[in-house]
């Protein structure tokens, strides 16, 4: 069954950052969805996934985590407050046995991301939240690689002729957790969203 992304990209005006997921567990993928008790209906909304627990805990911003519409609006509220914008790179795919790790996405079809970032001028870094977005976003026209920082965790893009900057988080994926610590990651958002 082929899953299609669900929601559109949440881009505020004065936006300068860009963040950049994979696409949604598949049960948020799917009609009808199948949110569990905890789950919020936008990205990473998954009861499991420890984003907006980060971004929460840095910005000192309540976060809802039941499906209600305020519990949306306080996440787009964050992110104006952060001037950053949030969309994935996958629009439709096959999550192989219904998994959402990365290495079970297949017949993957990117969105035009190189025609939303000419919609937004003022986004001048882009922020992938797995490595897997790198292999993605090659598959993009217009794109050039510039250099990387050892380990791939800083570098920059030319997409469309302009040059962004490119940060890649550590995912706030539940299995990727086991790698790397709560605290560790914490510190990484705080370096790259700041402390409101």
Same mark, same amino acid.
């Given at each position: 069954?082929?899953?299609?992304? $669900?929601? @559109?990209?949440?881009?505020?005006?004065?936006?300068?950052?860009?963040?950049?997921? /994979?696409?949604?567990? @598949?049960?948020?993928?799917?009609? $009808?969805?199948?949110?569990?008790?905890?789950?919020?209906?936008?990205?990473? *909304?998954?009861?499991?996934?420890?984003? +907006?627990?980060?971004?929460?805990? %840095?910005? *000192?911003?309540?976060?809802?985590? &039941? =499906?209600?519409? /305020?519990?949306?609006? !306080?996440?787009?509220? %964050?992110?104006?407050?952060?001037? /950053?914008?949030?969309?994935?790179?996958?629009?439709?795919?096959?999550?192989?046995?219904?998994?959402?790790?990365?290495?079970?996405?297949?017949?993957?079809?990117?969105?035009?991301?190189? &025609?939303?970032?000419? =919609? @937004?001028? #003022?986004?001048?870094?882009?922020?992938?939240?797995?490595?897997?977005?790198?292999? !993605?976003? =090659? #598959?993009?026209?217009?794109?050039?690689?510039?250099? +990387?920082?050892? $380990?791939? #965790?800083? *570098?920059?893009?030319?997409?469309?002729?302009? #040059?962004?900057?490119?940060?890649?988080?550590?995912?706030?994926? $539940?299995?990727?957790?086991?790698?790397?610590?709560?605290?560790?990651?914490?510190? !990484?958002?705080?370096?790259?969203?700041?402390?409101?």
């Amino acid at each position: 069954m082929i899953s299609k992304h $669900p929601y @559109y990209p949440f881009v505020p005006e004065e936006a300068t950052k860009l963040i950049i997921g /994979t696409i949604p567990p @598949y049960r948020f993928c799917i009609t $009808p969805k199948e949110l569990y008790d905890g789950d919020v209906d936008f990205y990473y *909304g998954s009861k499991d996934n420890y984003f +907006w627990d980060l971004l929460s805990e %840095l910005t *000192g911003a309540r976060l809802d985590k &039941e =499906n209600t519409q /305020t519990a949306i609006v !306080q996440r787009k509220s %964050l992110l104006e407050n952060l001037h /950053t914008g949030i969309t994935d790179i996958i629009d439709q795919c096959t999550h192989i046995d219904g998994k959402s790790d990365d290495l079970s996405l297949n017949d993957i079809v990117l969105k035009p991301l190189n &025609e939303l970032l000419s =919609n @937004y001028p #003022k986004i001048d870094t882009l922020i992938y939240t797995s490595k897997f977005i790198i292999k !993605q976003i =090659n #598959k993009i026209a217009d794109v050039t690689y510039h250099t +990387w920082k050892v $380990p791939q #965790k800083e *570098g920059s893009i030319v997409i469309n002729g302009k #040059k962004y900057n490119v940060i890649v988080l550590y995912s706030p994926s $539940p299995s990727a957790c086991r790698r790397v610590s709560y605290e560790k990651r914490l510190i !990484q958002y705080i370096d790259v969203f700041g402390k409101l």
